[in-house]
């Protein structure tokens, strides 16, 4: 089913609470709500008629023909998948910190994402990773150049024992106390 009529966002934005509730006789129940637009649907999955042996045997055949193309393409989605969050990542930290970023760490980082969008146009999977290796590695320079930068900002915390004021020790005596005796 479809949850349709969701207003555009943001990625990470819609609240959509999912519901699966398995009833007695093995019949599961999926729903899912949009929280801001109070929108509903859903569907009652049920067990259909069973299917003959042969088709479930020809099937699990097939399942284990394809095992090896099925791996090769759920890792190429996982691929894609790494490199386009990185991406969407890297540039949202780019764009809320541009003051803190040196110039030439910016470029660096915006060349490595030309470069993964540019992989990722294509099919070579091994292209997509070093992509993604070269990106990765770029954008460790953004956090050590808004952390260093930070680092001296920051005046250096005073260590413990090492007060500006002079100590002395002495010893309280009560004149008043000393009259009465």
């Known amino acids: 089913f479809e949850l349709t009529g969701l207003p555009p966002a943001p990625r990470g934005m819609p609240q959509i609470e999912v519901t699966f509730d398995i009833d007695a006789n093995g019949i599961v129940h999926v729903s899912a709500k949009d929280l801001g637009t109070g929108r509903h649907q859903s569907i009652k999955i049920s067990g259909g008629s069973a299917l003959p042996k042969d088709d479930i045997d020809r099937m699990v055949k097939d399942a284990e023909a394809h095992a090896e193309e099925d791996r090769q393409r759920r890792e190429e989605a996982e691929t894609r998948n790494q490199a386009e969050t990185l991406v969407y ?20 980082v915006q060349d ?70």
């Open 89 to 108: 990542q890297t540039e949202k930290v780019l764009t809320d910190n541009t003051d803190k970023i040196p110039a030439d760490t910016r470029t660096r």
């Open 112 to 181: 490595a994402i030309k470069d993964v969008n540019e992989a990722l146009k294509g099919e070579d999977v091994e292209r997509i990773r070093s992509a993604v290796d070269h990106l990765a590695t770029a954008s460790q320079a953004i956090g050590q150049a808004m952390y260093g930068r930070q680092a001296q900002q920051e005046p250096e915390p005073e260590q413990p024992g090492q007060a500006e004021d002079d100590v002395v020790d002495a010893e309280v005596v009560d004149e008043d106390d000393k009259k009465k005796e």
